[in-house]
Nanobody, 126 residues
C-alpha cells in the first residue's frame, strides 16, 4: 500500500521560502513519476511541478524560476523548494505519485489516478 506524507507547509511572508517534503512508503520514488499539485479555496486543483523516473522535471509557468522539485532516493522523499513566494501561492499542496505527468501549454498535468497524500497548507501573507 502506497502512503505519502507531506510536511513543511506553514505561514510565510511574501518573498519568503518554504520547502515541502513528500515522504513515501510502499513505492520506490525513483521508479515512478511524482508531482506536486495545489488547490486554493474556491479554485480547481492545478499542477505545480513533477519529476519522472529519468529525472525530467516539469513546472507550470506560474512557478517556473521560483520553485524547484527534487528527489532524495536514499530517503525516498521528493521535495519542493519554494522561493519568492507570493500571496497567490496560498493553497493546500498535495503530493502524488505513480502517475504520468507532463507539461502542455505551460501547465503541468497528470495522467492516471496515482496515489495522493493528505496535503499541507501553505499560506503566504504579510
Amino acid at each position: 500500500q502506497v502512503q505519502l506524507v507531506e510536511s513543511g507547509g506553514g505561514l510565510v511572508q511574501p518573498g519568503g521560502s518554504l520547502r515541502l517534503s513528500c515522504a513515501a512508503s510502499g513505492v520506490h520514488l525513483e521508479d515512478v513519476a511524482t508531482g506536486w499539485f495545489r488547490q486554493a479555496p474556491g479554485k480547481e486543483r492545478e499542477g505545480v511541478s513533477c519529476i519522472n523516473w529519468v529525472d525530467d522535471t516539469y513546472y507550470s509557468t506560474f512557478v517556473e524560476g521560483r520553485f524547484t522539485i527534487s528527489r532524495d532516493t536514499a530517503n525516498n522523499t521528493v521535495y519542493l523548494q519554494m522561493n519568492n513566494l507570493k500571496p497567490e501561492d496560498t493553497a493546500v499542496y498535495y503530493c502524488a505519485t505513480d502517475l504520468g505527468c507532463a507539461q502542455q501549454d505551460g501547465i503541468v498535468y497528470h495522467m492516471g489516478s496515482g496515489s495522493w497524500g493528505q496535503g499541507t497548507q501553505v499560506t503566504v501573507s504579510s
